[in-house]
Structure formats: C-alpha cells, structure tokens
C-alpha cells in the first residue's frame, strides 16, 4: 500500500474504514440519542483497528467534551495504540541522508534498539564525542504519507458527517483542519527543537524545572537530538499508583521523591507557561514529564505547544481571578469574549448553567477532602466544555488547548497528589504574579523618576542609548551585508557555470585555447570550479544567516514573551 499513488491509498483506507464500519454495525447504533454507550465502544474499536492517524483522532476527540456526548469522550481516552519501532537500517540510512555521516562516525556510541517509540519518531541513546549522553528523535518519512492520507478521507468525510451534524452546532470540517494542523505541527521536528529552545530559555532560571538542551549540530529535518535527562517518567509513577505497587511507591519515599510537591510543581510550572510565558505545553503526558532526585521535574516533548498573545493572558488570567473572587458575571464577561458562535443567542441560560459550575467548583474544594462536592470540582474543566456544547457554542483552537491543558495537569496532578489544593495554589499564584508585576511598575517609574531628578545620569543613558542605537544598528547593517554577499555569491556562480556550460557544448574557447596551449576542456573546466567555489561560498553565507536570524527570532520571543516567572 506504500507504493500506491496518494488517491488509491485513500481509497483503500476508505475500504477498510467501511468494513469496520459493517463489522461494529456503527451506522446503525451512532446516533447519539440512542445507545451511546455500545456506539461509543464501537467508535473506539474503528479507531484502534484503523490505527495511526485515527488513534491519535480518538485520543484527541476523548478531551473534546465540547465536541462529543461525555459518553463518548469516556470511552475514547481508553484508546490505546502500540507503535512499532521502525529496522534500524531505515534509521541508519536517515541519518546518512540528514548529517551526512553515519552514525558510528557522528557518535561514540549510538544504540540501535529505541528506548521509547511514539507516533511522531522513535528515541535512540548516544553519546557524543566529548562523552555527553544525548537521545536522538528520529522521524520516518513514511509515517507522514500515512497520515496525509488519513487525513484526505477524514477530509472527504466530513461533509457528509456535518450534513448529519455529527458534532451539533460545530463543524467537522473545521475541527478536521484543526487536527490537522495540529498533527503536523507535532511532526514537525525543527518545530518542535524551536519550542524547545525558547521554552527552556524562559525557564532557565526556575529552580523547581530543568531547562532542555537541544543539540543543533546532531538535528535536521528529520532527527532532534537534546542532552538526555535521567529521571523517572511520571507515567511510571501513576502506573504504580493505579496497580495499588506499594512496594515501588515506598521504594520512593525511601529515596526522598515527594509525590505531593512534584504534583504542585507540575501545576505551578502550567500556570508560568499560561499566565506568565503565554506558552504552553497543550498535549500534557505523562510520559513526557521526568521526575529528578531533587524532585524537580524536566519536560522532553514539545511537540505540541499552545500559544497566548499578552491579550489572551490578561483576559484568562482576569477571568481565573474573577472566578476564586465569586465575580461570576465578570468572569463570564472574560470568557464570552473568546466563545464563538455567540451572536443572536439568548445567553441567559448559558450564563446561569455556567455560574453553577463556579459554584460547585469553589464549594467543591472547600469541602473536606474526598467528598462527593470535593471530587466533582475536580471536574471542572470537562464540566465548563459540556456546557459549551449543550448550548450550541464553539471554542476557537487556542482556547481549546488551554482547556486541553488544563483537562491534562488536572488529570496527572490529581492522581499523583489527590489531596492537592488548587484553589490556594491557583490563589497564591495569582497574589504573586500580582506583586511581581506592581513592583515592575514601581520600578520603571522611580527609574523615570532618576532622569528626571539629575540632568547628568539623563545625559549618561542618552548616551548608553545611542551607543545602543548605534551597535543596533551596526548589526543591522552586518546582516544586509550577509544578505547581499549571499546574493553576490548566487550571482557569480549562475554566471561563471552558464559561460563554463557553453564552453563545454559550444568550440567557444578555441582560439583562446591555442593561445595558451592548454586543451579544449580547460579554460571551461577551470570556470567550472570557480562556480563550485562560489557556491561553496553561498551555502556558508546561508547557513551564517539562518543561524542568526534562527537565533534572533527566538531571542525575540523569548524577551517578547518573559513577563517573569512566578516562585
């Protein structure tokens, strides 16, 4: 099937989707009304038996309770898939194609079986040369092919599927798109190394989190390549908690891991990356969370990262603030702004429906520990989505991974520290953001304040200015030149190798050939190699300009985007 032309892969995935479809009777029992519970089940055994691309369409349809009836969204968090790592020659051979040497001659030492293997690559140890442990991400090209296929019939599905109004209100095709980007996004591995950088960078200096090294001479196209972080996965961690693993638990205890405060450090690292960097990782495993001694914790996946512009964190951060203050309108207020599908409804219901879930929610948490009130509040999330879509409103894609976000810590944090208090941290958080952010304030104004007050330190950070200024633009001035010399470069290699091309096809050179002495391919071979020089030169300049604009860019972000951690 890998050989086929793009349309009859399609067409053959169509197949077999319809035979699945004939097997689990799922025509007969979808309607949402009827049965929810067997149509769900049937779902979810189509999904696990299409595989790739559809068991990631069911793990992230499972956390859209603004989608799908709840029943549904039960039942599809239990998919499972089990991804097969990909023969190392396949992997050995990409290496080649993207570092240009094999991966004896990059590293001292580079393990041929995975130690972890996920939909989007699989993850080999290595050492460098200089002795440091690295692990190294490789992604097949195949595994991409498959899911633009999945994701063209999914495509081709959703008209049909929005004619029966598969998700109410909202439309199929659109949230297809959605998870499209979203899957390509989290195969994109340069993406992902970017997402990295910045990320660490802005938490370089919390003591509670490790920053991420990525290794850009070992990455490309197709291979992310980071320091290798030794910690206990935190999906570990829960697996003994579900199998009730006394022995592993106490093992840890005994080695001084604190489940309480990796739980608070998860859910305080959530609200820096929303409410302070205004990025955040929207596909929360924990898998992709690692425990360290010291009882830190270490991120190693940004495939998937949600953005905030400062307008989205002021207003979820106000609305957050509204919320544990019992100011239920304003918070709704805050809210509305980003639902869609508003306009020419009557939103009383809405509003009233909503405000009960604040209320059950700060009640919940206010009452003794495990009691009925106590565990539905921690269900906020899903509760505040089911209402979204009881009332035939929409959430655009970047408020639906904040609450993605949201539905995930609060699933691990919970379950590794179930006495957890959200309303104080969520609380605490807030009073010291608030506190950090009113001493910035006062800073730049006594900062104003100096200038004014003594003429000579103004002269003396008129000049720092312009010295500034001037190096600002020193470095403008470097790059145009980079650019230009590229340019430069370009131009003299297509013009020497077109004048090197007519010697060889055209007797151009022969008097001059004579002249000299030399033979009939010399002077055209000789320009030959000047154009190689050249392009030589063009390809050093480029990769001098990628990585400084690369470089530039993320500082950009990082300084656009750090408001100052919360400890």
Known sequence: MEQMPDFFRTIARLFQLMLLLARYQLPATLTFRSSPRKSARALRAVFEKLDFTFVKLGQALALRFDLLPADYCLELLQVTNEVAAEDYSAIHQIIIEDLGRSPDEIFSAFERIPFAVTSSGQIHQATSRSGVRLAVK??????RRKYITDIRLMQWLAAP?????AFGANSVAAY???????LFSELDLAEAARNATVMSELSKDDEAELSFTVRKEYTAKRILTWEFV??????????AIQQNDRQYLEKLKDQHYDLRLIARRIYWSTLNQIYRDGLFHSDL??????????????YVDFAVVGR?????????RFFMQYVLREQFDDAMDELLRWIEGTQNRDLAGFRRDMSVVFEDYLDGFRSPVGSVTWLAARNIVVRMMSVIRQHGLSIPATVSLYLRTLLTRDAIVFELSPNCDPLADEAQFMVRAARIDVGEVFRQRELIGSVT???GEAKEIVANLSKL???????EVSLRMLQTRLLQYGIWTALIGTIASLGFREDAFASLNAALGVGQYFIPGTLLFCAFIFMLLALRQGRKLAAIEQSSVIGQEVSRRSLGRVR
Do not use: C, K, Y
């Not at 495993?285 to 270490?298: E, K, T, W, Y």
């Not at 905030?308 to 979820?316: I, K, W």
């Not at 200024?469 to 470095?475: A, D, E, M, P, V």
């Open 285 to 298: 495993s924990p898998a992709g969370i690692l425990v360290l001694p010291d009882n830190r914790i270490a």
């Open 230 to 239: 030794d910690g206990i996965p935190v999906r570990q961690i829960l697996n």
């Open 161 to 165: 599927l929005d004619w029966a109004g």
């Open 176 to 182: 297809v798109d959605e998870f499209a980007r979203a």
């Open 308 to 316: 905030f512009t400062e307008e989205h964190q002021d207003s979820f």
């Open 469 to 475: 200024l001037t190096s600002g633009r020193s470095i």
């Open 138 to 143: 490789i992604q097949n090209p195949v595994t």
């Open 453 to 455: 007050e003594t003429w």
